[in-house]
């Protein structure tokens, strides 16, 4: 990625989590985070990863609910930030705070099994 690209990636990250706080409260969708912006080199496409913290819906929910804004959160965009073109916007889940706590539960049972099984931990023998 270019610098350009990034700067103007970063710049959407931050809008997009005021917008997504401030003036899309009434969705309902619990502490969303704006977890990753992926922008095409020209500009026009952006790839917005969301997580969603204290939420009772599916994940699958809450970002069908905010693709259904995406019109009203592109204007939004295009009052706040100054480029040519707004780029055309599409949410997805990232689902990356999950996938590590389910490695680290497996990592804690593996270890778990290692106490039960009597195997010696390498550490303690040193």
């Known amino acids: 990625m270019s610098i350009r690209t990034e700067k103007v990636a970063e710049e ?5 989590a ?15 985070t704006v977890t990753r912006v ?14 969603f913290i204290g ?3 599916p994940a699958e929910v809450c970002i069908e609910k905010v693709n259904n804004r995406k019109k009203q959160i592109r204007m939004h965009l295009a009052q706040n930030i ?13 689902d990356t705070i999950e996938y590590a706590s389910r490695i680290d539960e497996i990592i ?19």
């Open 55 to 57: 939420n009772k819906e």
């Open 12 to 16: 959407l990250k931050h809008q997009l």
């Open 38 to 51: 992926r922008i095409s080199k020209d500009l026009k496409n952006a790839k917005i990863y969301l997580s």
């Open 82 to 94: 100054h480029l040519r073109f707004v780029p055309e916007i599409e949410f997805y889940f990232d």
């Open 108 to 126: 804690k049972d593996i270890h778990k099994d290692d106490e039960n099984t009597g195997v010696p931990n390498t550490e303690e023998s040193e």
């Open 18 to 32: 005021n917008i997504l706080t401030r003036d899309l409260a009434e969705l309902h969708l619990g502490l969303v």
